[in-house]
T-cell receptor, first 115, second 116 residues
Framework: EPEVTQTPSHQVTQMGQEVILRCVPI?????FYWYRQILGQKVEFLVS????????KSEIFDDQFSVERPDGSNFTLKIRSTKLEDSAMYFC?????????????FGDGTRLSIL | AQSVSQHNHHVILSEAASLELGCNYS??????LFWYVQYPGQHLQLLLK??????LVKGIKGFEAEFIKSKFSFNLRKPSVQWSDTAEYFC??????????????FGTGTRLTIIP
């Protein structure tokens, strides 16, 4: 079964540094998402992306965050200047066709640790 | 704004016991409902989903859930749990749109521990 893949699995970064989290969604999917899960808390929506633009973003997704689909296969989340509170598990998800009755498929996540 | 409540934070059961995990949602419209499971160290996997039709939906690994619209509930059940069901279980909801890009809103999760 096709999978969403995320790299790296674990990223350790100094506070203030930029970090890029990478995702390869399922190949024929059109809708892409980033979520995060701070340790011990629930999974929270960050941003959705369709047709090469952001569809919706949460309050968490401030000016420090950006997303990009640079080459038609990768979907990246960039945090420009990381803060301690950015430490979390970041999940990428993708969804298939234009019909809304589709589940989102999740990747294994990237654990981001900010020192 | 939509929200999801899971009232059981940690449930401990013996093998072969029956399971019911509660989920209530709040949303001002028609919804799609999901249960995801997260095994230790793994990604979120879809257990089952409700979009429309029969309110009793069956998923993988013997799980089922019942959508009760009047109670805004979507409780997860399994008649006889196994040790391998030890995991975190998340209820989630999306609104319905024609654009297919609705975000998932998750509950806080229920940690299920099965004692052999």
């Amino acid at each position: 079964e096709p999978e969403v893949t995320q790299t790296p699995s674990h990223q350790v970064t100094q506070m203030g540094q930029e970090v890029i989290l990478r995702c390869v969604p399922i190949s024929n999917h059109l809708y892409f998402y980033w979520y995060r899960q701070i340790l011990g808390q629930k999974v929270e929506f960050l941003v959705s992306f369709y047709n090469n633009e952001i569809s919706e973003k949460s309050e968490i997704f401030d000016d420090q965050f950006s997303v990009e689909r640079p080459d038609g296969s990768n979907f990246t989340l960039k945090i420009r200047s990381t803060k301690l509170e950015d430490s979390a598990m970041y999940f990428c998800a993708s969804m298939g066709t234009v019909y809304s009755n589709q589940p989102q498929h999740f990747g294994d996540g990237t654990r981001l640790s900010i020192l | 704004a939509q929200s999801v409540s899971q009232h059981n934070h940690h449930v401990i059961l013996s093998e072969a016991a029956s399971l019911e995990l509660g989920c209530n949602y709040s949303y001002g419209g028609t919804v799609n409902l999901f249960w995801y499971v997260q095994y230790p160290g793994q990604h979120l996997q879809l257990l089952l989903k409700y979009f429309s039709g029969d309110p009793l939906v069956k998923g993988i690994k013997g799980f089922e859930a019942e959508f009760i619209k009047s109670k805004f509930s979507f409780n997860l059940r399994k008649p006889s749990v196994q040790w391998s069901d030890t995991a975190e279980y998340f209820c989630a909801v999306t609104g319905i749109s024609n654009f297919g890009n609705e975000k998932l809103t998750f509950g806080t999760g229920t940690r299920l521990t099965i004692i052999p």
